[in-house]
Nanobody
Framework: QVQLMESGGGLVQPGGSLRLSCTPSTSTFSILNMAWFRQAPGQQRQWVAAISSGGVTNYDDSVKCRFDISKDDAKNTVYLQMNNLKPEDTAVYYC?????????WGEGTLVTVSS
């Protein structure tokens, strides 16, 4: 069973930065179209950003100009660089992809933005 593994979450003050990473557990499961979602307590899971296999990116307006999604094909890893973090960014962040009609999710990494 292939798993997606997120890392890089933690506690950061408002205005700070974090970089999240997501890597499949199996190297033969190549990153293609990848996306980041987040879910705050008691809230619906929200789409944040996406990147295509060709490197085309797209962002939700709530993070546009602050977050940057990227990937390193050699490392088979997708990243989410989060800058100028705000308290409302506090959530569990998940990476996600679809392969042969099946959704694959990571277990999530917690980002807490607080002073």
């Amino acid at each position: 069973q292939v798993q997606l593994m997120e890392s890089g979450g933690g506690l950061v003050q408002p205005g700070g930065s974090l970089r999240l990473s997501c890597t499949p557990s199996t190297s033969t499961f190549s990153i293609l179209n990848m996306a980041w979602f987040r879910q705050a307590p008691g809230q619906q899971r929200q789409w944040v950003a996406a990147i295509s296999s060709g490197g085309v990116t797209n962002y939700d307006d709530s993070v546009k100009c602050r977050f940057d999604i990227s990937k390193d094909d050699a490392k088979n890893t997708v990243y989410l660089q989060m800058n100028n973090l705000k308290p409302e960014d506090t959530a569990v962040y998940y990476c996600k992809t679809i392969r042969r009609g099946v959704d694959y999710w990571g277990e999530g990494t917690l980002v807490t933005v607080s002073s």
